[in-house]
């Protein structure tokens, strides 16, 4: 037990420098700062949710006392509660079949477990970066002129500061930059956090702290009625007001799940390829390097989830049924 409150006492530890190392103004800060949440996720999936919950509360309370409120709760909503939540779903399982033995002579067979699908994960990983991205912008004011008007004045100090002689043209620079901040901000929540799951299951898994096999990521999908939600989002986009915002945050976070399933599809899709490995690499290099071309990601995520493509080809690829005598 001293063991156990050990590890969450240092994982918490771990998570609470990462996040205060902002204050520093460092380039690497940043750096440590999206990687916050990894200690306590690796503690939430190799030691279970409650270790990484007490872990996200003493880090919290000690945050608290030396930083103040804010950045207790800054760090309890957007570290602790996805490291604890989505620890517990990695590990979340439950019985498909009934506990049979193999054969009368032999002890009884493991119950067959069926694990959290990783879609759902997924879903539950663009949830966390719109709720983050929305409660960190409503820190800036409660309508959506406070927050465009105060982003503006904060883009506009860092341009001045950096370029005193600023014309007019950076004022439209400012104002595309402000229009697009909210998306960015949850694009960039969403690929830390499923960076961050990610890297914590897979030194779990080096470790033989992983309590689960590993799932098979190009079965990733959402589920369907995500499609519904994206589709209501987008049409409150052009309503106007903090709601137009929240739909903005709301369609980027959705859209990034997409986009994650279409380099499902993508695996999938490419098996068949001899060079398989060259052109998953170039396209990988060509996202990270110029970012736009997720695009196609996106779409290819979307049109699986309409037409079924991954279905459809992983059922040609089966061999025919055997003829019947």
């Not at 032999?106 to 709720?131: H, N, Q, S, T």
């Not at 052109?279 to 990988?284: C, R, V």
């Amino acid at each position: 037990m001293m063991a156990f409150g050990l590890i969450a006492l240092i994982a918490g530890a771990a998570s609470a420098l990462m996040f205060a190392s902002i204050v520093s103004g460092a380039l690497i800060s940043l750096v440590l700062f999206y990687l916050a949440p990894l200690p306590l996720m690796v503690a939430a999936i190799g030691w279970g949710p409650l270790c990484a919950s007490l872990g996200g509360i003493a880090a919290a309370i000690g945050l608290g006392a030396l930083f103040g409120l804010p950045y207790c709760i800054a760090f309890a909503v957007t570290v602790a509660l996805p490291a604890w939540w989505l620890g517990h779903l990695v590990l979340l399982s439950r019985q498909v079949g009934p506990v049979t033995p193999d054969a009368a002579t032999e002890p009884a067979a493991g119950p067959e477990l069926e694990w959290y699908p990783v879609g759902r994960i997924l879903l539950w990983i663009a949830r966390f970066a719109a709720l983050t991205t929305i409660a960190a912008l409503l820190t800036l004011g409660t309508d959506a002129d406070t927050i465009i008007g105060t982003l503006r004045r904060g883009l506009m100090r860092i341009l001045r500061a950096t370029d005193p002689q600023a014309s007019g043209e950076a004022d439209q620079f400012v104002d595309a930059l402000v229009r697009i901040a909210p998306a960015a901000a949850t694009i960039v929540a969403m690929m830390t956090l499923t960076l961050n799951l990610w890297l914590s299951a897979r030194v779990t898994a080096t470790s033989g702290r992983l309590r689960r096999p590993w799932p098979d990521l190009m079965t990733a999908e959402l589920p369907p009625m995500t499609l519904v939600a994206l589709c209501i989002a987008l049409a409150f986009c052009f309503t106007g007001g903090l709601l137009a915002i929240v739909a903005q945050i709301t369609t980027a976070a959705l859209m990034m799940g997409y986009a994650l399933t279409g380099f499902a599809v993508l695996h999938t899709l490419t098996l068949a390829l001899k060079s398989r490995t060259f052109w998953l690499g170039s396209t990988y290099a060509v996202v990270v390097v110029f970012g736009w071309p997720v695009i196609a990601m996106v779409i290819l995520g979307l049109a699986d989830a309409v037409f079924g493509f991954r279905e459809r080809f992983l059922r040609s690829r089966q061999p025919p049924p055997l003829p019947t005598p």
